[in-house]
């Protein structure tokens, strides 16, 4: 389930936010708490809170007698105490993001912002930055979309890891599919994951060349032997730190044009 709660607490409050100077308040205000402690006190005019101080050290709440909230950081100091007490609640909430599909599980949305989650459930999937999650793309004989990741190929794999690995797709692809650059070298480039994914020497740790496998899709031959890819920002070689990659592609355009 969703643990993570937006607190509000509504009603007829003095405020006191003290840091480098005072600054006292009194209306009918509203003030949201936010799971990173982070504390917004609304007013009835435009949309910037009265007050405010984001992700506190720490923030604490007494509703004895009506209700009092004492948040700190640092120097800072905001207080809110409540002469008429309207309303106190605690609301599940999650982070919001572009919907991409429906759970499987539960029927509730699923929305991508660092990852994707359920809204209704809270289950998570970890995606790349640069994956792209359709809801027109096929979805997983598991119900869940697939997302497209560009890693040599153009991959489409479903959102969980564990029911259908992008790891595996990309190994399967390129595994031992290059040749380690180094003139003294006669190894494969693997495809491993640390952190990444990479194509590193086989003969690690003797060799330790090893490349990040760019987001996106190989074109061609680099003039250093090893393939370019067609990326966002341009073509590249799999080395990031190579030259040739244009001198590569020159190689192979003309070559498509006999
Ligand atoms: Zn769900
Ligand atoms: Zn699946
Ligand atoms: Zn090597
Ligand atoms: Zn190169």
Redesign the pocket.
């Known amino acids: 389930m969703i643990d993570d709660a937006i607190r509000v607490l509504a009603g007829d409050c003095t405020v006191i936010a003290e840091g480098d100077d005072r600054q006292e308040y009194r209306g009918r205000v509203t003030t949201i708490v936010k799971p990173d402690n982070t504390v917004l006190v609304h007013d009835i005019d435009g949309y910037q809170p009265v007050a405010w101080l984001t992700r506190a050290d720490s923030v604490s709440s007494d509703r004895r007698d009506g209700f009092t909230l004492v948040a700190k950081k640092d120097t800072q100091t905001l207080r809110l105490a409540a002469h008429d007490q309207d309303g106190f609640a605690h609301y599940p909430s999650s982070a919001a993001g572009t919907p991409v599909g429906t759970c499987p599980d539960c029927g509730g949305a699923l929305v991508r912002s660092s990852g994707v989650h359920c809204v209704g459930c809270g289950d998570r999937y970890g995606v790349p930055a640069d994956a792209t999650i359709r809801d027109d793309q096929c979805d997983c004989d598991c119900g869940l979309p697939k997302m497209r990741v560009e890693r040599g190929l153009a991959f489409n794999v479903c959102l969980d890891r564990n029911c259908e690995s992008l790891d595996a797709a990309v190994r399967e692809a390129f595994d031992r599919e290059w040749s380690c650059p180094e003139p003294n070298c006669d190894g494969d480039l693997r495809i491993l994951r640390r952190g990444g994914l990479i194509a590193g020497c086989e003969h690690y740790p003797d060799c330790d060349t090893g490349f990040a496998v760019p987001a996106g899709v190989v074109d061609g031959e ?3 032997g ?1 393939p370019t890819f067609e990326t966002a920002s341009g073509i590249r ?1 799999l ?1 990031a730190t ?1 030259e ?2 244009l001198e590569g592609t020159v190689t192979a355009e003309s070559a498509a044009d006999d």
């Open positions: 680099c003039g250093c090893l070689c080395d190579c040739r990659a």
